[in-house]
């Protein structure tokens, strides 16, 4: 079945705040194959980790199964970096959705916030989502 037209302007937070530590900082970068010394700017794709838990929160809600989910786009525009000490939350609002060839086509924006409100940065998404066979989500 496809997604529901009405979820574009909808909101999802992300379920809890994040505070960027070292430590936090130091197993993404490794993650990610790019390990750092202390001191370095933040991996500048640091801030997925809040953002997948606002688009896990948008899945959750509307259940739909990550394993039907294709990464499409990802890129980030920074306000100002991340830096160790903040306490990020994050937004995602559906901004777009079409249907091509029987998949769903899910353009979302990620506000990041830090614990004052300012924005930090936004993320923008594509996600190709595949219903199952049968129609379900």
């Keep these: 079945m496809p997604v529901d037209p009405s979820l574009v302007g909808r909101e999802f937070p992300a379920p809890a705040s994040l505070t960027v530590t070292a430590e936090r900082v130091s197993a993404f970068a490794a993650a990610v194959g790019h390990p750092q010394s202390p001191g370095e700017p933040l991996p500048p794709t640091f801030p997925i980790v809040l953002a997948f838990g606002a688009m896990q929160a948008f899945l959750d809600a509307e259940r739909i199964d990550l394993h039907r989910i294709v990464h499409g786009e990802q890129r980030f525009a920074y306000v100002?970096?991340?830096?160790?000490?903040?306490?990020?939350?994050?937004?995602?609002?559906?901004?777009?959705?079409?249907?091509?060839?029987?998949?769903?086509?899910?353009?979302t924006t990620s506000e990041i916030t830090d614990e004052t409100g300012a924005v930090v940065c936004t993320g923008k998404a594509t996600l190709v989502h595949s219903a199952a066979p049968g129609g379900a989500a």
């Excluded at 991340?82 to 998949?103: F, M, N, S, Y």
């Design 80 to 107: 100002r970096p991340p830096e160790v000490g903040d306490e990020l939350t994050a937004t995602l609002t559906v901004t777009g959705l079409r249907q091509i060839g029987g998949a769903d086509i899910i353009a």
